[in-house]
């Protein structure tokens, strides 16, 4: 079992930047491929970038360029850097593991971002 614990969310304004950070709680987190997934109200859960247990990474169309996603498994954290914010950029962001042998899926609590003037 593992334990995500997301932080780092707020209000910001167009424009600007935030850094959210996953915790994990497990011994082996560099066997985890990590992501970052999002969800606005009335809108489905939708990938927003991962990154593999290898570093290689993959980001949503609507973030390219602007969302870097990066991890430190000596740490057992993830992070997803924000720049350049939209509006509809918020939402509720959460992290997600996937043990890369079995599978089994983690989700965090979810943490708040709301981007508006």
């Known amino acids: 079992q593992v334990q995500l614990v997301e932080s780092g969310g707020g209000l910001v304004q167009p424009g600007g930047s935030l850094r959210l950070s996953c915790a994990a709680s497990?011994?082996?987190?560099?066997?985890?491929?990590m992501g970052w997934f999002r969800q606005a109200p009335g809108k489905q859960r939708e990938l927003v970038a991962r990154i593999t247990t290898d570093g290689s990474t993959h980001y949503a169309d609507s973030v390219k360029g602007r969302f870097t996603i990066s991890r430190d498994n000596a740490a057992k954290m993830a992070y997803l850097q924000m720049n350049g914010l939209k509006p509809e950029d918020t939402a509720v962001y959460f992290c997600?593991?996937?043990?890369?042998?079995?599978?089994?899926?983690?989700w965090g609590q979810g943490t708040q971002v709301t981007v508006s003037s």
């Open positions: 997600n593991a996937v043990a890369a042998v079995s599978g089994n899926i983690y």
């Open positions: 497990t011994r082996v987190f560099s066997t985890y491929h």
